[in-house]
Nanobody, 130 residues
Framework: QVQLVESGGGLAQPGGSLRLSCAAS????????MGWYRQAPGKERESVAF???????????DYADSVKGRFTISRDNAKNTVYLQMNSLKPEDTAVYYC????????????????????WGQGTQVTVSS
């Protein structure tokens, strides 16, 4: 079992920044990919970004087109923590953000699907509003 705990959500103004954290614990040795998803009211859950475990200096990452250039995903393997730095926030970024963990590390296309992830956090609310 893997436990994921998100933190760092809150209220931000348009153009502002927030950093989300996801601390992983439990049987994490075999976890290869960590992802961030979000779900806005009335909408389906969507992939925001994911990062595949590599060595200390090299991890492959991918982003949804809607956040490219604004969001950055990173991981600290020593701390078993994944981060999502969100800059230039827009009102449409408002959603509950979920951290997810997967044992899979192959196709980027498959990793965009929530069904490839084995564990989920409880979610943290991000609200972007003036």
């Amino acid at each position: 079992q893997v436990q994921l705990v998100e933190s760092g959500g809150g209220l931000a103004q348009p153009g502002g920044s927030l950093r989300l954290s996801c601390a992983a614990s439990g049987s994490i040795v075999s976890v290869r990919t960590m992802g961030w998803y979000r779900q806005a009211p009335g909408k389906e859950r969507e992939s925001v970004a994911f990062i595949i475990r590599g060595d200390a200096t090299n991890s492959a990452a991918d982003y949804a087109d809607s956040v490219k250039g604004r969001f950055t995903i990173s991981r600290d393997n020593a701390k078993n923590t994944v981060y999502l730095q969100m800059n230039s926030l827009k009102p449409e970024d408002t959603a509950v953000y979920y951290c997810a963990a997967s044992y899979y590390s192959g196709s980027y296309y498959r990793l965009q699907s929530q069904y490839e992830y084995d564990y989920w956090g409880q979610g943290t609310q991000v609200t972007v509003s003036s």
